[in-house]
């Protein structure tokens, strides 16, 4: 099964905090900020690898993973491709763009023809990016490519390949269970990551992940080793025959207000209420 | 604060030490190591940082809190450390610096012992366990036979067994000379084990199938004292036929200690009914030399383990800090409370803290960037930084415990009241820290190993090399623009340790052992002082280097000279008094007899 993986560098979450909106306005500025892999792209990987590989022998790959990562080519970027590359991903295509010249309607032109020239099985997708949060550049994938898309999967297993799965879709309301017959894009849920959540018809049926807390798998020491002799291509946006035309445009960022960190202490149940509902007005 | 967003050490400050400071890149030049980059150093941080941080050390408290049990004469550890377990071999810290051929990835000392620091801070007695195992499969690594390494190493390396190291016995602890363990040679090519062991951590659980001790013992007809102790792998199951079977190793107690909860320290018997096998590691009697050989690397990693629960501690009270509100700023009679940071004793409180964790952190680095540069650096100067290594380690070792339990403390008087409940964290750190000023040899055997051994090694040549590498900091201090009272401080500092280390020297030489280490104890402090002034000052440099004209680095430049200020202020000066009494040999506790007491 050959997986094609999509992985944004975005600003570290974690350090929101730090975050600043340039004195216009129209967009967030990336000073002194760390970059790291969208965590939600680093769940997808985690499923990719699990549905190429066999668990019971030591993870060994009997299949192959692709990633493909667009932005500047600087070390950030360079770096989470070979981050993805240490978790076990074979190879890595960075897809040269500026920011400012990307939005969901680029990003899927260009993953488009990154999947006609690499003919996966399955693209497997991070549901959104932790900066934009748009949630669409996957469903939009996959209507440029005609396939089904399938988002918020929190369990995947396929017998024969990749050919046909069975996805089940975390909703509000529940859990959708859905038969597709690939290629297909996925967008994956955290719930993705749980013990049990892929089969590959390869590692055995009752093979139980390790529980992960927050994230995929760690970059091992070895694999970061071996990571240092795959290939990563590179190539821009006119070897894939693409003019970037933003369709999106942005006119106003705001920082969220300051939140008050007064903690207030209260005597009772009946006063909790009280507070929630008269002082905080949440319920 | 929540236990899950302490972030155990600062990043940046990490960073800084290894690029900045300790030039960690230059190492990928040495033989070996050529490999490696800055990519593979920052991607292997990272995996082990989010290892600490999500997973290692949500299972802090809960250690501290379940403990082991000693049930129908085996040990049930915490549910949680086979998966910890598993996690940490899997992500390349139990094999990260040894070479390929044992299924290592041969990265620098310095890096792995940066990245590793992470584990210890976030749980302590988790990372015990690869510690233990790596001292044991490193043992046999260097000394043991090819069939020994197989049988016994291998799968230590490969995860699937761990290590402990037997010495200590209820009558021997210090004195491993006296040590009473036996060993009788059989026609097989193993010995027979017999005698009994204390406090030995990780001899018994449940977290793999079976443990190695590396235990010292007497081959009968030994010659007596240290010259007549051989190191042995004494499995607690052995392999036979294909199978594992009981090599009469018992558990006699579960020790209850004040921390490190998670691994048990067992008091152990081998040989209950004469059937405890051993095979020997290396040669005969050769036992405590091998031991000596890989103490530096044993015992810098207490020191990791001292600055790790220091730090961890420092970052609970900073947060406390600049959370908690008490009080107003003095002379301020407004309505509202202030955060405690404003406080000018909760600053000193803070900034000393900041100035033992850090200075541990530096000083390590230095030690650790000695043994990389000894073990594969260009042959002119493998000497030198051994020499370094050796004069550095029982201070590596020392300061970060000894201080660091001070600086633990200092995190409990952050926090108040609260901080003296088990409600928080830095009480259960505090308890975790006192053990590394015990094991591994106590502060005071420390002391006497620095100033009756290393310091007047070769002649005094480590000493004249440590002078030499302080002078060289002092001038690039001062090229970068440090404070010039700060440098004067640090070079003076030196001149008098040199000279009392001269004088104390002689009288060694003139037989007066009292006269030269009565005051070891002092003069290891006097030592320490000086050598964490001197990677504060270099910290100083190269912060004014990198940082001066960035905007965003301006609290880490400022906040690494007002340590380096502190340090060498309120520090330094009292090494001049420490070498007075070094030098007038202060006999207050020299005279003292046991019944004055
Ligand atoms: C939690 C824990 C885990 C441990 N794990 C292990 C382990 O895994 N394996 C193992 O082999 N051991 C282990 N030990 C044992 C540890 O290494 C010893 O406790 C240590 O070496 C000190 O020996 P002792 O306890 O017998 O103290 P003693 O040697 O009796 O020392 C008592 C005091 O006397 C001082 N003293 C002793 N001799 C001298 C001297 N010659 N000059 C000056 N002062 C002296 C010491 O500094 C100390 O202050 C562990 C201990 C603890 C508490």
């Known amino acids: ?283 | 604060m929540s236990a899950q967003t302490n972030p155990l050490i600062d990043d940046g400050l990490i960073e800084f030490l290894l690029y900045d400071v300790l030039n960690a890149e230059s190492l990928c030049e040495l033989e070996g190591y050529e490999h490696h980059s800055r990519e593979t150093f920052d991607l292997f941080l990272d995996s082990v940082r989010r290892l600490a941080r999500h997973d290692l050390l949500p299972t802090y408290k809960p250690m501290d809190e379940e403990l082991p049990e000693f049930r129908d004469g085996r040990i049930v550890t915490h549910p949680s450390l086979p998966h910890l377990w598993r996690k940490m071999v899997e992500v390349g810290v139990l094999t990260g610096t040894r070479p390929e051929a044992v299924g290592g990835q041969q990265i620098p000392m310095l890096v792995h012992m940066m990245a590793t620091a992470y584990l210890m801070a976030a749980n302590l007695s988790a990372y015990g366990y690869i510690g233990l195992t790596l001292g044991a499969a490193h043992l046999i690594e260097a000394f043991g036979s090819d069939e020994v390494k197989e049988r016994f190493m291998a799968p230590m390396y490969e995860g699937e067994w761990t290590g402990t190291m037997a010495l200590t016995e209820p009558h021997a602890g210090s004195s491993l000379a006296d040590i009473t363990t036996t060993a009788a040679p059989t026609e097989d090519g193993y010995y027979l084990i017999k005698g009994s062991k204390i406090f030995i951590s990780g001899a018994d659980h449940d977290v793999t199938e079976n443990v190695v001790n590396l235990a010292l013992a007497r081959i009968e007809g030994a010659p007596s004292g240290t010259k007549g102790i051989s190191l042995f792998a004494v499995p607690r199951l052995r392999p036979e036929n294909g199978e594992l079977v009981s090599n009469d190793v018992t558990v006699a107690g579960l020790i209850h200690k004040i921390g490190w909860r998670g691994l048990p320290s067992l008091a152990l018997e081998f040989g209950d009914v004469g059937d405890c096998r051993g095979w020997l590691v290396g040669e005969p009697h050769q036992g405590l030399r091998y031991m000596f050989q890989m103490m530096n690397e044993a015992r810098i990693m207490i020191g990791v383990n001292g600055a790790a629960t220091a730090s961890a501690a420092y970052h609970e009270a900073r947060t406390y800090a600049l959370e908690r509100k008490q009080g107003r700023r003095l002379g301020d009679r407004g309505a509202d409370q202030v955060p405690i940071v404003e406080h000018a004793d909760v600053r000193r409180m803070l900034l000393r803290q900041k100035a033992i964790v850090e200075g541990s952190f530096a000083l390590l680095g230095t030690a650790a960037r000695y043994a990389d540069v000894a073990n594969r650096g260009p042959e002119s100067e493998r000497e030198r930084a051994h020499l370094l290594l050796d004069l550095l380690t029982p201070i590596a070792k020392t300061f970060p415990a000894e201080r660091g339990f001070e600086a633990n403390a200092l995190a409990i008087q952050v926090h108040g009241g609260y901080g003296y409940t088990s409600e928080y964290l830095p009480e259960a750190y505090m308890r975790d820290q006192k053990l590394n000023t015990l094991h591994e040899g106590t502060s005071g055997i420390q002391s006497m190993d620095l100033l009756g051994r290393k310091v007047v090694a070769k002649g005094g040549a480590p000493l004249r090399a440590l002078a030499e590498e302080i002078a060289l900091a002092v001038t690039e201090a001062r090229a970068a623009g440090c404070d010039a009272e700060l440098c004067d401080a640090v070079e003076q500092a030196t001149d008098r340790v040199v000279s009392i280390t001269m004088e104390l020297g002689q009288r060694g030489m003139a037989g007066d052992t009292d006269g030269m280490l009565g005051h070891s104890w002092d003069y290891l402090d006097m030592m320490a002082t000086l050598v964490v002034a001197w990677q504060w000052l270099r910290m100083a440099a190269a912060a004014r280097t990198r940082f001066k004209d960035e905007p965003t680095q301006q609290a880490r430049l400022h906040g690494t000279e007002a340590a380096a200020q502190y340090w060498i202020r309120t520090e330094v000066p009292r090494i001049s008094v420490l070498a007075e009494l070094c030098r007038t040999a202060e006999d207050s506790y020299l005279k003292a007899q046991p019944d004055w007491f």
């Open chain 1, 1 to 283: 099964m050959k997986i094609l993986v999509s992985i944004k560098r975005v600003a570290d979450p974690d350090n929101a905090s730090k975050l600043k909106v340039s004195s216009d306005g129209t967009a967030v500025t990336s000073e002194g900020l760390e970059w790291k892999m969208n965590p939600f792209d680093d769940w997808s990987l985690e499923a990719a690898l699990r549905l190429t590989e066999n668990a019971a022998e030591k993870n060994a790959r009997v299949g192959e993973v692709v990633l493909v990562s667009i932005g500047p080519n600087d070390e950030h970027t360079q770096r989470i491709i070979r981050e993805g590359l240490a978790k076990g991903a074979e190879r890595g295509i960075l897809v040269e763009a500026d920011d400012a010249n990307l939005d969901s309607n680029v990003v899927s032109q260009i993953l488009k023809a990154v999947v006609d020239k690499e003919n996966p099985d399955l693209v497997v997708m991070g549901k959104q990016a932790a900066d934009g949060d748009s949630n669409v550049a996957g469903t939009k994938l996959a209507a440029r490519l005609g396939w089904p898309i399938i988002n918020y999967a929190m369990k995947i297993s396929t017998n024969d390949d990749g050919k046909t799965l069975e996805v089940k879709r975390e909703l509000d309301t529940g859990v959708a269970t859905v038969k597709v017959t690939g290629p297909a894009v996925i967008t994956t849920s955290d719930r993705i990551l749980q013990p049990e959540s892929v089969k590959n018809g390869i590692t055995p049926a009752d093979h139980q992940y390790a529980k992960l807390e927050v994230g995929g798998r760690y970059a091992s020491l070895k694999g970061i080793m071996q990571a240092k002799k795959k290939p990563i291509d590179q190539m821009s946006l006119g070897d894939l025959g693409i003019e970037a035309k933003v369709a999106l445009k942005y006119t106003k960022f705001e920082l969220p207000p300051a939140r008050s960190g007064d903690t207030t202490f209260v005597e009772s149940v009946e006063d909790l209420v009280d507070k929630l509902h008269n002082t905080a007005k949440v319920i």
